[in-house]
């Protein structure tokens, strides 16, 4: 009996996955299908797949040519299948054509001619349509967003707004894309809108562009008033857009295995929370000099606060917050230390004064650590009394991370999944509400 075996994703199962079926069945007696997970897809920059795991096995089934499915879990997993399963003959798309030689030493590897002018890639942008993105702001942020959304399937970066020509010129040059500096003209071109302008400027930006029947995707920190983050998000439900804050760290993969982690019990109940993130910022930096809307509370205050507000929610009993201010009076170093009804967090952040960054969640049983960049969590260790018994996770981050959150927006703008647990609109609030009572102290509340 010669065994057949071939993987794909077959997300919107098409003619090109049927004819590649077929033809893998007729090289063999027995035919072995393995269909990926979404998480192996994520990890291997795949993130806008749109059937579950469940539509695409049975799709994969009916077709009748499959004698038995497998899934795929894992990078390296195809080796070890082939031995598990004695397989003959390992076959996949023309579009693969030498990346699977390696296989060779174990089975035959055959290259099938790829069915022309259909991809899943090309239904999915056909079913959600192109959402054009906007940018508004030119800063550095700004310029690690885009290359970044060229790896989201189903969206691309139209333009850029700044009211100062010369900057939108400039920007839009670099990046190959249109430079708006009138508002009408810049949401007549875009679907969706990227707020990445200086923190003040956030809150009068969502609403404009809401009022223009955009969807928002906001640099944090979103607002630095309660009142306002709850105003902006009635807005955008009463209009019936999303509206998202980009906290990177929200939508990193690795973070959520942790948070998972965490939050299963494996440590038992979650009593301290420590999270520390410092960079060094230079002295003329807008971080330093700016007076109103700069420090490294503003700055990087989100991150830290993030998982302190998963794992303990929202309802802090206290907060209070100790500095370390430079020659200007702003903030270089900054502490912010909650008390919750069942535990206790420390936010700790720095542009001025540099620390070890790492998250510490500990429990009445053991300890997670996560050493820095925990903010883009690859790695992180569970920790018990004894400490010999230590276990290990990891989880891959590509690139920047902002793909993620690119890709979590578009999901909830075409309502193919719903991500918003990811980074509720209560907790949104909070951190508008913790940066509002931290601007109060620092004298700078208007
Ligand atoms: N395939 C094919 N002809 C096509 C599309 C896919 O023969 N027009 C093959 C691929 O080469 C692979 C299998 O079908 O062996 C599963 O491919 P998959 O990656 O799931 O489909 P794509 O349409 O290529 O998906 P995407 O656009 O997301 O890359």
Redesign the pocket.
Known sequence: MIKVI??????LF?E??Y??LQRAKALGDYLIVGVTTEAYDKTRG?LNVVDSLVTRIENVKKTGFADEVIIEEEPGQKFNDIKKFQIDIFT?????VGSFDYLKDFCKVIY?E???N?????L?ERNSSIQRIGIIGTGRIAERFIPEARLVSGVSTQGVYNPHTESAKRFADKWEINAYTDPEEFYNAVDVVYVASPHETHYEYIKSALEHDKHVLCEKPMVLKKAQAEELFDYAKERNRVLFEGVKTAYCPGFHKLLGIASSGIVGNIRNVEACFTKLENPESRELTDLMYGGSFLELGSYVMLPILKLFGQDFEKVRFDTIKGENGLDIFTKASFCFPTGIATATCGLGVKSEGRLLIAGTKGYIVAEAPWWKTTYFEVHYENPGEVEKYSERFLGDGLRYEISDFLSRITGNSSSEFKLTRGETVALARIMEVFMEAAGRGK
């Open positions: 071939t993987y794909g994703t077959f997300d098409h090109g996955h004819r590649l795949k996949v798309g023309s579009d693969w099938l790829r069915t022309k259909i991809s899943s890639t090309m999915r």
